[in-house]
């Protein structure tokens, strides 16, 4: 069984930082491609970051996070962590891990939702002024 859970959510000001984590059981979590999504009250879900089942060759950001949010593996803790940085009030919403189906492949979309298969529960990131 494969089961993905978010943690470290919370509510920070803004030009604050979070750590989230993305903890995977029943696979190795370093073999599979895993994305971060995000939706806000009223808004649809969307892209935020992603990493390749090569972790140290690609990684994904949208344009709206890129040079604030960073994506790596921890692979001592078959995670995976979205470090968080200068944090805006637009920031705020629930935030999704998502993992492939299949492991050692990407697909070719990686910003796509429809990519992946597997989903976390969602951690709450709220940034006030």
């Known amino acids: 069984q494969v089961q993905l859970i978010e943690s470290g959510g919370g509510l920070v000001q803004a030009g604050g930082s979070l750590r989230l984590a993305c903890a995977a059981s029943?696979?190795?979590?370093?073999?599979?491609?895993v994305a971060w999504f995000r939706q806000a009250p009223g808004k649809e879900r969307e892209f935020v970051t992603a990493i390749n089942f090569r972790s140290e060759s690609s990684t994904y950001y949208s344009d709206s996070v890129k040079g604030r949010f960073t994506i790596s593996r921890d692979n001592a803790k078959n995670s995976v962590i979205l470090q968080m940085n200068s944090l805006k009030p637009e920031d705020t919403a629930v935030y999704y891990c998502?993992?492939?189906?299949?492991?050692?492949?990407?697909?070719?979309?990686?910003?796509?939702?429809?990519?992946?298969?597997?989903w976390g529960q969602g951690t709450q990131v709220t940034v006030s002024s």
């Open positions: 029943g696979r190795t979590f370093s073999n599979y491609a």
């Open positions: 998502a993992s492939t189906a299949s492991g050692r492949y990407n697909p070719s979309n990686i910003r796509s939702p429809g990519a992946y298969y597997y």
